[in-house]
């Protein structure tokens, strides 16, 4: 015979005596307030006869009314609850059938005022012994019923599972599976527990809380690793006098068995049945709950073992290593159940807060250790250097490269525990500051090569663009990683604003208390990442202003090219005009200007560095295109920011914005137009390159084309020459007409003022119109 039958025979006898009792108590209560009002009626008159000024108050009549009449609506809903559940009960669920019976009894009495007689005999006599008595059957019901199917072993969870999807995929209620039996027993003792604790509170006065009493269904979830845990780690080492044996290795070896036997992911396991199971039927929070009373036994065998007390860890003779790798089990630990509850992980403890922030000098001693080893590893340890680094796609430096997973790894380690703002100020602020000044050192050693006297060979040169190359390629990675610039960060950020979204508002209110270091660390990290910024920008700016200023105008002749220029431009210029076969004039234009041999030369070996190289562009295909602009930042930048301010120089000449070109001619213009064209080459060219190719493909223009567009221009603008920027900004359609006549012309880079500059100083144009 089955315990629900023997249950069903308990509560069908028992059920017929308690509904006889609560009739004769109800008769009895209905007598006795008949009574009472009887007397209470001939007590106001006789009140009323003798001294008018001992009546009750209107108010206080009205309060005795009120609670009669709450008595009287007790009385009638509990007579009513008895003739609803006063029905022939089905052996097979009779257990159940009495939770659901008695769950509904709580409901009433919360909905009634406690203060009355009826009320009193109601709970006391009834509702709590029978309420206790049902949780002690369901309580034995579920232990045997996971006993008899094998829990917790991976066969039994298989099958259970396995009936557990069957059931979901299925509309027929198969009332005689196990996993059935276990839920419907978990879900009805957490009801009953759940209302007994409402009715208390209502009792008591005190306001409805959540839950939070010993979940029965949570240990005996639990019991059979804790009996097993018990022995493995407590009894048998205490048997054997062992105690001193290997306790370095406590942690790692409790937390690999309880992911083996405890949260497999190889097979179904009780975190399976618990989390996929159980959770969705029982209560939402399941889960958390048994990964926090798993927990609570880790401590026990923790504090059974001293092991944070432990000569061997924390003993003056103690090996640091062991107390930091014991640690670092525990925050691998936390990090592994925050992914398994997902959403929940902000309900599940920690064991880092738990040990570690709760012993300010364990704090921090871990802290200054892991300071010490992460700048060990960065700044003291040995740096492989790969021969073949210069042909890596990402040219990444070797310490960039290294001090970006240290933080990567430190910030993982600040999202676990709660106390990561003292954790982020101490170690990653540090390491960060440190990076920013070794960044700044290395950039200092690059600029010594600009400095020398004599020119550098292109292989040195080549060295070093690509040793900045990686220096900047790994400042703008790390900068990324500190703002959060990665689809890895946004999702733990996602994560964790989802699990701050599910926080109660105690949760929250909590959570505000802790966060604001958390908040203030996470504004110390996103500083760094802008200093680094500013760091990268800065390199880029000195490598560009050393290579252009220091490096083509110093060292090689290019600066006193540019003091010619405007005695190139105001000449008609050495250019020879021939005849073809046709008839057709030919302009012949010199080779390049000698002055500028030496700036071509390093200019071009710069450019063959930076530009995409041709035996990387398959392997770069393959990337992905976030990838891709990493792996040429650097190059991109240097070669923009170069090239630009080079054009600059170029342009402060021919736009005369020193003075010193007031008058241009064609030949002159067309010979400097040849010398910029054969300099800047065949790389791509930023926005001020492009403004500068237009600049003297429009000073070279044949005097014919160029008078006509400044005829039309002093036409539209109604204004003689020289014509200037002003006349045009008068009337928006007007100006905008007047660039369209330059764009006509595919000088889409050129600015009015700029064709206006060089029109006004054409000497030859006075012979043809206006101009």
């Not at 200092?444 to 006297?453: A, E, G, M, S």
């Not at 600066?559 to 076969?581: F, I, K, P």
């Not at 020193?658 to 800047?680: C, K, M, N, R």
Request: proline share 4%.
């Amino acid at each position: 015979m089955s315990s629900a039958a023997v249950f069903s025979s308990s509560y069908s006898m028992g059920g017929a005596s308690s509904d006889e009792r609560i009739q004769q108590e109800l008769a009895e209560a209905e007598r006795a307030l008949a009574a009472t009002e009887k007397q209470e009626a001939d007590a106001l008159g006789d009140h009323d006869d003798n001294n008018n000024s001992n009546q009750l108050s209107p108010y206080a009549q009205l309060q005795r009314l009120d609670q009669t009449a709450d008595e009287l609506r007790l009385a009638k809903d509990v007579t009513l609850w008895i003739e609803k559940h006063d029905t022939a009960d089905d052996e097979n669920d009779s257990l159940f059938r009495q939770a659901q019976k008695y769950q509904a009894l709580g409901k009433i009495l919360c909905r009634h005022s406690p203060k009355s007689s009826l009320y009193e005999n109601i709970h006391r006599d009834e509702f709590v012994p029978t309420v206790e008595y049902l949780q002690t059957m369901l309580v034995l019901e579920l232990r045997q019923e996971l006993r008899r199917v094998g829990y917790p072993s991976p066969e039994a969870c298989a099958l259970l599972m396995e009936q557990c999807e069957d059931q979901q995929e299925s509309s027929i209620s198969a009332k005689t599976t196990a996993f059935v039996r276990i839920a419907s027993a978990a879900e009805w003792l957490h009801r009953l527990q759940v209302e007994q604790a409402q009715v208390t509170s209502h009792v008591q006065g005190t306001s409805p809380a959540p839950f939070s009493g010993v979940d029965h269904v949570v240990l005996e979830l639990c019991r059979p690793f804790v009996e097993r845990i018990r022995y493995h780690f407590v009894l048998q080492v205490q048997e054997q006098q062992q105690q001193n044996d290997r306790i370095e290795r406590l942690t790692e070896w409790l937390f690999d068995y309880l992911r083996q036997h405890v949260y497999p992911t190889e097979h179904d396991g009780p975190w399976d049945l618990i989390q996929y199971g159980l959770t969705p039927i029982v209560r939402p929070d399941l889960s958390a709950d048994f990964c926090n009373e798993m927990i609570r036994l880790c401590q026990w065998v923790f504090a059974q073992r001293k092991l944070f007390r432990h000569a061997k860890l924390v003993g003056p003779n103690s090996h640091p290593a062991y107390l930091c790798n014991s640690i670092e089990q525990l925050l691998q630990f936390d990090d592994f159940l925050a992914t398994l509850t997902g959403n929940m992980s902000g309900r599940v403890l920690s064991f880092m807060d738990i040990y570690v922030a709760g012993d300010d000098e364990l704090l921090h001693w871990w802290m200054e250790r892991e300071r010490e080893a992460i700048f060990d590893s960065l700044f003291h340890g040995s740096i492989l250097k790969d021969e073949q680094k210069h042909e890596s796609i990402y040219h990444v430096a070797p310490r960039a490269e290294l001090f970006c997973s240290l933080l990567r790894s430190v910030k993982r380690k600040a999202t676990v525990f709660s106390f990561s703002g003292p954790y982020l100020n101490r170690v990653a602020a540090p390491l960060c500051m440190q990076f920013l000044d070794a960044v700044n050192d290395s950039a200092n050693d690059l600029r010594i090569i600009f400095q020398r006297r004599q020119l550098p060979t292109a292989a040195m040169l080549q060295s070093n663009v690509l040793e900045w190359i990686e220096l900047i390629n790994g400042t703008h990675m790390s900068a990324r990683l500190l703002l959060g610039d990665n689809p890895q960060d946004e999702q733990d950020e996602m994560s964790y604003n989802d699990e701050a979204g599910d926080e109660g508002e105690e949760d929250v209110a909590a959570e505000m208390m802790a966060g604001g270091t958390r908040s203030s660390a996470h504004q110390d990290m996103l500083r760094l990442g802008h200093s680094l910024e500013r760091l990268e920008t800065a390199c880029v700016e000195d490598f560009a202003a050393a290579f252009v200023e220091t490096l083509l105008l110093e060292k090689t002749k290019m600066a006193s090219y540019l003091m010619l220029c405007s005695h190139v431009l105001s000449s008609g210029g050495d250019e020879t005009d021939t005849v073809d076969e046709y008839g057709n004039h030919q302009t012949i234009l010199p080779d390049l200007n000698p002055d500028l041999a030496d700036a071509q030369h390093l200019l071009e070996t710069f450019l063959h560095l930076v530009d995409e190289p041709p035996h990387l562009v398959s392997s770069m295909a393959k990337l992905p295109s976030s990838d891709r602009n990493a792996a040429l930042y650097a190059a991109r930048a240097l070669r923009d920011r170069v090239l630009t301010l080079l054009a600059e120089k170029f342009l402060e000449v021919a736009l005369d914005w020193h003075g010193t070109t007031p008058e241009i001619y064609q030949g002159g213009a067309q010979i400097f137009a040849s010398d910029v064209s054969l300099l800047l080459g065949e790389s791509l060219l930023p926005a001020a390159a492009m403004r500068l190719l237009d600049v003297i493909e429009c000073m070279a223009m044949d005097a014919v084309p160029l008078s006509a567009i400044g005829d039309a221009l002093c036409g539209l603008a109604g204004h003689p020459p020289p014509l200037s920027e002003d006349v045009f900004a008068v009337d928006e359609r007007v100006y905008e007409e007047a660039m369209s006549m330059i764009r006509a012309k595919n000088l889409v880079w050129l600015t009015l003022g700029d064709f206006l500059s060089i029109l006004n100083r054409r000497q030859d144009l006075s012979h043809i119109g206006a101009f």
